[in-house]
């Protein structure tokens, strides 16, 4: 039982940076209609950071989700208004590509500047954890999840509270009637990838002292982002929240019991099963 | 479409004597993946191009067809030229039963069910080692020479019979493309590119007809895959199932241009040229051309190379008439 409750915990924990990973994809989609394919190449970007201002610099990889995101957010607001603009009006299947592009671009660009060596960030509490009762939670994750709900709440706030967050949602629901409400549209799809980097540069920087950061780590993040957002629903951010939750817990209890080898299986088994029986997701309108 | 044909016979035969003049083995390397390419991207180009279904998991079907050999050949001693169609077999059998499930996916979900029955297959490659030997992978070291009626054909000694046998797969590939392009079938795709709820209204069976492109298509690439890990002689999941292996496939055909016969073949000649000429600088990011093609590409010339020229064609007759 005790073994049950704690990778149940332990999914929970590391379902919050799916979760991250998820809004920022459903976000964008929400938005634009785009779906982002270099989304966890956003991650691995947010990981290299978070790599050299530990090594370099020496600060600690938590309190650099105060540099990154808002270096990401410039990222993600340059490449959307040089790239994902002008296609916005394309075929789906092209904005997928160019977005494939952009993920192949960051991996490799990386490669070339990081070499493919795996690094690994090791802080003085890496391998800490916290004792409670007869199960053990990791320090690092705690402080993980911990940092993803401020964060997330932050932007239910940010949508829910200001004008701006309202014009965000307005123009997901309608993107001709938010422009006929003076919404800039436009601004809105620069503003949008910008957050989804953001969230995805936060996610980077969250697990990088739990994860081996390479250049390719950015592709597994993508996949678990697309199964996270079709799971709540394409658009819907609280969906995208659960969804995250479900997929950490999916993950971590299949890895328990059936081998690490296996959780993967376990998760796009779930991805293939949801898209066919359920494929609005479980909180998202059907837009098939 | 009589001149194309003459060209392309003309073509092939000026291709098949090109081992008897150029012996280096480096340039008869690059012929070969040239052919490799081509033959790939035609195959992904049935589903992708004729049916408008975009498949990023081709890479399932390549895998199946080489891992069907392979271990036929390491564990049976089973002739790659046997052992091939029966991973070809295989690939086709499992494309259909997945066709069937996924089919009824559109767009960009139809693109995520795709990536992630490749990741399904790779990690089951991965985890099933009694079988496929985890992630060490198989070795093709020698292969059994190819003997016909008593008479030895090749020894696989040297590049020349790989090049004859993958200049054989590439004219395979396009000749299956130029059929189906032109039947009724080929049509039905067409109409199912273009408006598949029209199609669907006109009596068009959709899944019926995208199983019979992915079906066709499952087995070409198979096919191709198949050939291509034995020319590299060694194959494990990653290499074969990763994502990289079905961006290829797609980006051979965009890049060329989508749906038509001779776009592949345009669009492997430049991956192929311009990843050879900068494989030095990049080493292992050799995928960085593929990234930055593909963005250039879908903004400047969505409609691929032939798309592209075709076009200009159209103009420049316009402004003469």
Not at chain 1, 147 to 172: E, M, N, P, Q, S
Not at chain 1, 205 to 226: C, N, S
Not at chain 2, 67 to 92: R, S
Not at chain 2, 300 to 312: D, H, K, L, T, Y
Request: net charge positive; charged share 10%; hydrophobic share 55%.
């Amino acid at each position: 039982m005790a073994v049950l409750i704690q990778s149940i915990l332990s999914g929970v924990l590391i379902g919050g940076v799916y979760a991250l990973t998820g809004i920022g994809l459903t976000l964008i989609f929400g938005v634009m209609r785009v779906i982002n394919f270099a989304q966890g190449e956003l991650v691995m970007v947010g990981m290299y950071g978070t790599f050299f201002l530990f090594s370099l610099l020496g600060v600690d990889p938590f309190l650099s989700v105060v540099v990154t995101m808002p270096a990401m957010f410039l990222l993600g607001a340059v490449l959307q208004r040089s790239l994902i603009n002008r296609v916005l009006d394309a075929l789906p299947q092209n904005q997928i590509l160019l977005t494939i592009g952009m993920g192949l671009v960051l991996s490799n660009v990386a490669m070339l500047a990081f070499t493919s060596d795996y690094r690994i960030l090791s802080t003085s509490y890496s391998s800490s954890s916290v004792p409670l009762g007869p199960i053990r939670l990791s320090t690092p994750l705690i402080y993980c999840f911990l940092i993803t709900v401020v964060i997330t709440a932050a932007l239910y706030w940010f949508l829910v509270k200001t004008d701006v967050g309202h014009a965000v949602r307005a123009t997901a629901q309608d993107r001709d009637a938010a422009q006929l409400m003076g919404v800039n549209v436009r601004n809105m799809g620069v503003l949008a990838f910008g957050l989804g980097s953001a969230l995805a540069g936060a996610a980077g920087a969250l697990v990088a002292p739990t994860y081996y950061i390479y250049p390719q780590v950015g592709g597994a993040f993508t996949l678990k982002a697309f199964v996270v957002v079709v799971l709540g629903g394409m658009g819907s951010i609280i969906g995208a929240t659960l969804g995250g939750v479900l997929i950490g817990v999916a993950e971590s209890v299949s890895g328990t019991y059936f081998g690490s080898g296996w959780k993967d299986v376990c998760v796009y088994v779930i991805f293939l099963l949801v898209l066919l029986l359920k494929p609005a997701g479980l909180l998202g309108k059907s837009r098939m | 479409m009589k001149r194309t044909f003459v060209i392309s016979v003309v073509a092939a035969a000026l291709l098949a004597l090109v081992p008897l003049f150029i012996q280096s083995p480096y340039a008869l390397h690059i012929f070969i993946l040239f052919f490799i390419v081509v033959a790939l991207g035609e195959s992904w180009n049935i589903l992708g191009g004729f049916a408008g279904q975009y498949s990023v998991g081709h890479s399932a079907w390549y895998g199946i067809g080489a891992y069907g050999a392979f271990i036929l050949l390491q564990q049976k001693n089973v002739a790659p030229w046997f052992g091939v169609w029966v991973g070809v077999a295989v690939a086709v059998i499992v494309a259909l039963a997945v066709g069937w499930i996924t089919f009824r996916l559109r767009g960009p979900y139809f693109v995520l069910a795709s990536i992630a029955v490749a990741e399904i297959i790779r990690l089951l490659a991965l985890n099933w080692k009694d079988l496929t030997n985890g992630a060490e992978g198989i070795l093709a070291s020698d292969l059994p020479p190819l003997k016909l009626g008593g008479t030895m054909i090749t020894d696989w000694n040297s590049k020349t019979p790989y090049f004859y046998m993958g200049l054989l797969m590439a004219v395979f590939c396009i000749a299956v493309n130029y059929v189906v392009k032109g039947s009724k079938l080929g049509y039905y795709l067409q109409a199912i590119r273009e408006d598949q709820d029209a199609a669907h209204s006109l009596g068009i069976p959709l899944t019926l007809y995208k199983n019979a492109a992915l079906g066709i298509s499952a087995a070409c690439t198979a096919l191709a895959g198949s050939f291509a890990a034995f020319y590299v002689g060694f194959i494990e999941p990653q290499g074969v199932f990763g994502i990289d292996v079905s961006i290829q496939m797609v980006l051979t055909c965009i890049i060329g241009g989508i749906g038509t016969v001779s776009g592949p073949i345009f669009g492997a000649l430049v991956l192929v040229v311009l990843t050879e000429m900068l494989r030095a600088s990049l080493a292992q990011a050799h995928l960085l051309v593929y990234g930055v093609l593909v963005v250039v590409v879908i903004l400047v010339m969505p409609e691929g190379i032939v798309g592209f020229a075709s076009q200009r064609l159209r103009r420049r007759k316009a402004a003469a008439a």
